[in-house]
């Protein structure tokens, strides 16, 4: 799995506020790095400048290999039934066992269920099978944890230790505590403007 994710010198502006300058960090296969601080602090719109869906105010970003995001958007059609929603995913990102998720994630009951009507952890769990399904080599996890139950939440650090060791890249913003695989760690308060 080839996988490398890189800043160097990022700086983020939101609005009239510069949340974070002097940011550097490089991440080899098999890194897990852990994003701190404080709500408001900048951890989500850095994990969106990482995913290209946010321009830095400054610095760049250097990476290889795929990315896959899980944050608080669902990229799912709240009309569909759960599963036909991820099948028209499962087509377009080349998944060919769909059902390792779903029984990891113990979505199975869910397939007939409109996603509309999903609890949050619900919804994150869906979220996650589509990131397994995708097989990308770097995550980028913005409150993975939020609305799980302490079963779930166990199975998303395995599945986090399990990516990191067959040699992808986790980078993971979580106020709740993570067991992750040796992480590095940025308090994004000591770059804070």
Not at 68 to 96: I, M, T, Y
Not at 116 to 143: M, V
Request: aromatic share 4%.
């Amino acid at each position: 799995m080839q996988a490398r994710l890189a800043a160097m010198d990022l700086a983020c502006r939101r609005g009239e506020r510069l949340l974070f300058r002097g940011l550097s960090f490089s991440c080899e296969p098999g890194a897990a790095l852990q994003l701190a601080g404080a709500n408001g602090i900048g951890k989500s719109s850095l994990i969106r400048i990482l995913a290209g869906l946010l321009r830095p105010f400054a610095g760049q970003v250097e990476s290889e290999g795929a990315m896959g995001l899980v944050d608080e958007r669902l990229a799912l059609d709240a009309n569909l039934p759960l599963g036909q929603a991820l099948a028209f995913w499962e087509s377009l990102d080349g998944c060919r066992d769909a059902g390792r998720a779903f029984e990891v994630l113990q979505l199975d009951p869910l397939l007939d269920v409109p996603v509309r009507y999903l609890s949050t952890g619900q919804k994150k769990r869906a979220a996650l099978a589509r990131l397994l399904n995708r097989n990308c080599p770097i995550w980028l996890l913005d409150e993975p944890l939020n609305g799980l139950d302490t079963q779930a939440m166990k199975s998303v650090e395995a599945l986090v230790a399990l990516h990191c060791g067959r040699g992808g890249i986790a980078v993971v913003a979580s106020h709740q505590p993570m067991a992750l695989p040796d992480p590095q760690k940025i308090d994004l308060a000591r770059f804070s403007a």
